[in-house]
């Protein structure tokens, strides 16, 4: 059973940093295709990055350029590192991983993953 689990939120100014974690674990894939995800109160939950095994990145308009998402394979660990950080990037922050192999804007539909840890919450203060 693959176990994901999310760490690092918190709360913050605006123009701050943080870095998430995310630890999957328990799992016997080859493969693993990893992304960050996070939802609003009142939001739909929206795609924010993602990762394959081979370090390839997406990012989400909203993130390109502030958010740098990378993994330490010996730890089987996924970062998410946001900077300049803003009011509307604060929601729940969820990291989710699948086997299978995800092409073009597929990274950004939450329905494809079948793996997602509880969330860690993100609070962007102005």
């Known amino acids: 059973q693959v176990r994901v689990m999310e760490s690092g939120g918190g709360s913050v100014q605006s123009g701050g940093s943080l870095i998430l974690s995310c630890d999957v674990s328990g799992h016997t894939y080859s493969h693993l295709f990893v992304g960050w995800f996070r939802q609003a109160p009142g939001k739909e939950r929206e795609g924010v990055a993602a990762?394959?095994?081979?370090?390839?990145?997406n990012y989400a308009d909203s993130a390109k350029g502030r958010f740098t998402i990378s993994q330490d394979n010996a730890k089987n660990t996924v970062y998410l590192r946001m900077n300049s950080l803003q009011p509307e990037d604060t929601a729940m922050y969820y990291c989710?991983?699948?086997?299978?192999?995800?092409?073009?804007?597929?990274?950004?539909?939450?329905?494809?993953?079948?793996?997602w840890g509880q969330g860690t919450q993100v609070t962007v203060s102005s």
């Open positions: 990762i394959d095994d081979n370090g390839s990145t």
């Open positions: 989710a991983a699948d086997p299978a192999h995800f092409l073009g804007d597929q990274f950004l539909d939450d329905t494809l993953y079948g793996f």
